[in-house]
């Protein structure tokens, strides 16, 4: 087992470590009167006990917010550190053919393909991970001349497209598929961030003076999807989603560019880019773009027809507060829908218990795979489809503006 393919999310691996961390912690007053005339041996010993706890104490929170699966996917080393993909395709999928007997076998089995890939925006130049999961039907013949929908996942700051496979996703959307609440859609999951990730949140906005990751995010990755996956060009069957920071990207893209997206969900999302010692100067101090990428004044000034679901735990205050705030915002043509879920908070556990009726509520705003140049009907011919008004897994709320 190399160094980079460490798990950080194991139970096992937690465990040594909290062992590890108590035996440091009680050889701290053990050795301490036998190591007097030993200074260098007592700030040894102290110096273990605290890098123990620090390393327990990042693991653990990393267990909680799904982060980074292993070691490698922290420190970017090593070959691609996602677990969960079925394959690795060239630059820019440029060889997603030779996936096709893949594909054909896991359709058998009821089963979407995962595969990761690097892709190179036209406009930005920026490279960066993406991963990819094609329905069971993407190599069926009968779908041949059929555009998919499209969901883009974003995933939560600092996380990247190998979380995909940690949220349990490909199961998900293989169930969600087979019992027809969702059509066959291609799921395309980008890294948002880049590289550093620790310490270089990019809230998914065009930087002043810096990254354009909204625009990578965007444009770039929407344009390669069409060209390169075979994806509808209709706006309604375009769909962004995420949670926590994710949940905010999702909400501030599709108010940004209706044109080209009908649909968002946000699990714990957020109203405005935060201000914290893990996000950078984004703005410079220009207030206007500021104010372009907050979701609560897009929603009031620049209301667009596209729909929105916001999902919160009663226990997420700053998260319940922002989506109160934009719910008072909206003006039609914007609907948002919002949900409080409750005893939940702000953790993966959260997000988790919500996949399957966020896929839900997608399946029944998107469209079905059609046609290319033909408008497809939102309702997708899979009905059933509608959600009960209370929503499932505890929602306490519904409510439409």
């Known amino acids: 087992m190399s160094f980079s393919s460490i798990r950080l999310d194991s139970p096992v691996n937690m465990i040594v470590v909290v062992v590890l961390t108590l035996l440091a912690i009680i050889a701290v007053p053990w050795f301490w009167d036998r190591w007097k005339r030993k200074r260098l041996w007592r700030s040894a010993t102290i110096l273990l006990a605290v890098v123990l706890l620090v390393v327990t104490t990042g693991m653990a929170g990393n267990m909680i917010g799904g982060f980074f699966p292993t070691v490698g996917s922290l ?4 070959v691609y550190s996602g677990q969960g993909t079925d394959a690795e395709a060239a630059q820019n999928g440029e060889d997603l053919e030779k996936l096709r007997d893949t594909g054909v076998a ?74 027809k609440a969702l059509p066959p859609t291609v799921v395309i999951v980008p890294d948002p961030t880049g590289v550093p990730k620790v310490g270089h ?37 375009w769909t962004i989603a995420g949670w926590s920071s994710g949940g905010y990207c999702a909400m501030n893209l599709v108010t940004r560019h209706p044109q080209w997206y009908g649909q968002a969900v946000s699990v714990s999302g957020y109203d405005k880019a935060q201000i914290d010692a893990e996000t950078e100067d984004l703005f410079h101090g220009r207030q206007d773009i500021n104010d372009a990428n907050n979701v609560r004044v897009n929603v009031r000034l620049h ?43 702000h953790n993966m556990n959260t997000f988790k218990s919500q996949i399957p009726d966020v896929l839900a509520w997608i399946g029944a ?13 939102t309702t997708g011919g899979v009905l059933p489809w509608p959600l009960p008004k209370s929503g499932a897994h505890g929602a306490l709320a519904d409510t439409d503006q």
């Open 106 to 179: 896991h359709a058998r089995e009821g089963k979407g393909t995962v595969v990761h890939m690097k892709v190179t925006g036209r406009r930005t130049k920026l490279t960066r991970d993406v991963t990819v999961y094609l329905p069971p039907q993407y190599f069926d013949a009968a779908y041949k001349e059929l555009r998919f929908p499209a969901i883009e996942w974003i995933p939560n700051y600092p996380s990247g497209p190998e979380v995909f496979a940690v949220y349990g996703m490909p199961q998900q959307l293989d169930a969600a598929i087979a019992r």
């Open 75 to 78: 420190i970017g080393t090593g």
């Open 365 to 377: 705003h998107t469209t079905s795979p059609a046609p290319a140049g033909r408008q497809a009907d």
């Open 201 to 237: 949140d990019t809230e998914c906005v065009d930087e002043v003076n810096g990254t354009a990751n909204d625009t990578y995010l965007t444009a770039d990755l929407r344009d390669w999807a069409l060209q390169k996956l075979g994806v509808s060009p209709n706006r309604q069957g």
């Open 303 to 345: 209301p667009s027809p596209v729909q929105i679901l916001a999902i919160s735990g009663d226990k997420e205050n700053y998260e319940s507060y922002a989506i109160d705030q934009i719910r008072a915002a909206a003006r039609p043509p914007l609907q948002f829908t919002s949900w409080r879920v409750r005893d939940a908070g």
